[in-house]
């Protein structure tokens, strides 16, 4: 809201706003305990943070007074409307102004990471597989380009939407998989990232111009992800592989969510990477091991590295193929990729390896646990290193 008043020119004021309105709720709420209407509160404290802002610094006043509008002639009390409405629509407009097409792909996502979703500059850097110097870089280029092109914060022309949605949606799915499996922290699974990135997909499902197959696949797979959620944690906060999760956790509502969006996802004739990806995250959700379940993932996996390859997703394939096929196809196909320096390549071949030999699966998990990164994986390795220790020695 507050940036859509300031303007893209000056983005950074309105986040330095937000900030201090954040800031001064954490320390009057810890103390007063929460307002009647916290929501309320934070509009308000906002709305008078803006206010000051514009009748001490005269220079931005000149510049911008004569877009503002007041409540009566003389009063600086500036109007801001805080319809749900509007509230939706500014999320949904700031969305796609991040997602100018101006500026290259990747730095789109990474302002929308940034300013909407609130990432910090080491997720994003995690989430690019690059430093932070670069993404600061980035940022700034990307912020200096929106100045010049004079972009503002609105909804685009029917024709322009569907160009950019592809990067919103790319945008939206980067922000749930770091949640789902985060790279950075101590935790594994950050479910407020997650539910961030449903709530921002569900208003694109809410809005007409936006309500379209790829947008209804991708909440589905959400949907079938975070019904998993109570299971991948154990009572000491540690993760539960998926073949140790208690299936009695799994909540079944937002499965049933999950089927009925990506039934909707099917209308039209183009299938995307978020319709495979969904379609795999179903069968996840059927409860039983049998071997047609798990031909059907990895024939879903197949196709979905012919519509877009990718590394880890050809890592993820081989644990399929080897609950379809057997371990020893399985090894094969992993070795050929060679992610060395990858502790999801080097953790799937200690799994594929356990048993066959236990030898290689120590060594494999040892190199993973130097190169994992969060307390969580550690201490899945940790645990699969001393079994793999312990069958050796009865062997």
Not at 76 to 81: F, H, K, V, Y
Not at 109 to 120: P, T, Y
Not at 318 to 346: P, R
């Amino acid at each position: 809201m507050l940036c859509k008043l300031f303007g893209i020119d000056h983005i950074e004021i309105a986040e330095d706003i937000a900030s201090d309105t954040f800031l001064l709720a954490s320390e009057t709420w810890s103390i007063k305990g929460l307002p009647p209407n916290p929501t309320a509160w934070l509009y308000t404290v906002a709305k008078n943070k803006a206010r000051d802002y514009f009748k001490h610094d005269s220079i931005f006043k000149q510049k911008v007074a004569q877009q503002l509008k007041y409540l009566s002639p003389g009063n600086e009390e500036i109007e801001i409307d805080l319809s749900d409405k509007n509230i939706t629509d500014s999320q949904l407009q700031m969305l796609f102004a991040v997602c100018d097409p101006s500026i290259p792909v990747e730095a789109q996502i990474g302002l929308a990471l940034r300013i909407l979703c609130g990432f910090g500059i080491n997720e994003i850097a995690d989430a690019f597989l690059t430093n932070k110097e670069t993404i600061n870089k980035r940022l700034f280029r990307a912020k200096e380009k929106l100045r010049i092109e004079k972009v503002k914060i609105e909804f685009p022309s029917e024709a322009e939407i569907n160009k950019r949605l592809e990067t919103v949606l790319t945008t939206l799915y980067l922000l749930f998989n770091e949640g789902y499996y985060s790279s950075s922290g101590d935790s594994t699974l950050r479910k407020d990232l997650c539910v961030e990135a449903m709530r921002l997909t569900h208003l694109l499902l809410e809005n007409r111009s936006t309500n379209n197959p790829f947008v209804n696949a991708l909440f589905a797979l959400m949907c079938f992800q975070s019904s998993r959620f109570e299971a991948r944690t154990d009572a000491n906060g540690e993760s539960v592989l998926y073949q140790n999760q208690d299936t009695g956790l799994w909540d079944k509502e937002l499965i049933t969510r999950g089927e009925y969006y990506l039934n909707l996802s099917s209308r039209g004739n183009e299938l995307s990477k978020y319709h495979l990806e969904a379609g795999i995250a179903y069968w996840h959700t059927i409860q039983s091991d049998t071997k047609e379940k798990w031909e059907s993932i990895l024939q879903l996996y197949n196709r979905l590295l012919q519509v877009e390859y990718s590394p880890i997703v050809a890592l993820n394939r081989t644990f399929a193929l080897s609950k379809a096929n057997g371990k020893k196809e399985a090894i094969i196909e992993a070795e050929k990729l060679d992610l060395v320096n990858h502790h999801l390549y080097h953790s799937l071949l200690g799994e594929l390896y356990t048993d066959v030999d236990n030898a290689k699966a120590v060594i494999h998990f040892q190199m993973a646990l130097t190169l994992a990164r969060s307390a969580g994986d550690k201490a899945i390795i940790t645990h699969k290193i001393v079994a793999c220790e312990a069958k050796m020695q009865n062997s």
